[in-house]
């Protein structure tokens, strides 16, 4: 683990820090969502993570 990035422990913080909100602070904006809903939520970020940012479209040219 000594080798990675600062960004990959800043990923698993992040990932952490929603588990921790949501399973033992019980913290209602995420331990009231169901399952499907928070994941919706999440889940761009987390495949940002993995592969990098989303391309965005080029403007178009006339």
Not at 27 to 51: I, K, N, S
């Amino acid at each position: 683990m000594g080798t990675e990035c600062g960004c990959c422990a800043a990923h698993r913080y992040h990932l952490f820090g929603i588990a921790l909100g949501r399973h033992l602070l019980r913290l209602p904006v995420l331990a009231d969502r169901d399952l499907p809903t928070l994941l919706a939520v999440v889940a761009p970020t987390v495949q940002h993570y993995l592969t990098g940012p989303r391309g965005r479209p080029e403007p178009a040219t006339t």
